[in-house]
């Protein structure tokens, strides 16, 4: 089992930054791709950006703004999250799942370990 703790989320304002920090537990070994995920009220969970191996990919709304990063010594995977915008704001989840789960890197249903979710709030 892998448990994964979300970090780093709160208020700021329209062009602000933050950086959310995701740290993973347990049988880390069983995890291969790690992506960030986010909730606003009343939309779908959507994926934003995701790494494995150190490859980086990202969806269009947040390409050139936020950064996916790994820290393998601390098991941790980061978001920083630059020129923020109103549009940003939702609940921010990581995941991850095993080696032998693959399909599309985006779709929720491919993962199999989620993290507890960070608020982010931006505001004007």
């Known amino acids: 089992q892998v448990h994964l703790v979300e970090s780093g989320g709160g208020s700021v304002q329209a062009g602000g930054s933050l950086r959310l920090s995701c740290a993973a537990s347990?049988?880390?070994?069983?995890?291969?791709?790690m992506t960030w995920f986010r909730q606003a009220p009343g939309k779908e969970r959507e994926g934003i950006a995701t790494?494995?191996?150190?490859?980086?990919f990202y969806v269009d709304s947040v390409k050139g703004r936020f950064t996916i990063s790994q820290d393998n010594a601390k098991k941790s995977t980061y978001l920083q999250m630059n020129s923020l915008k109103l549009g940003d704001t939702a609940m921010y989840y990581c995941?991850?799942?095993?080696?032998?789960?693959?399909?599309?890197?985006?779709?929720?249903?491919?993962?199999?370990?989620w993290g507890q979710g960070t608020q982010v709030t931006v505001s004007s």
């Open positions: 790494i494995i191996f150190g490859n980086t």
């Open positions: 347990g049988a880390t070994v069983s995890i291969s791709r």
């Open positions: 995941a991850s799942r095993s080696p032998n789960r693959g399909g599309d890197w985006w779709s929720i249903e491919t993962y199999n370990y």
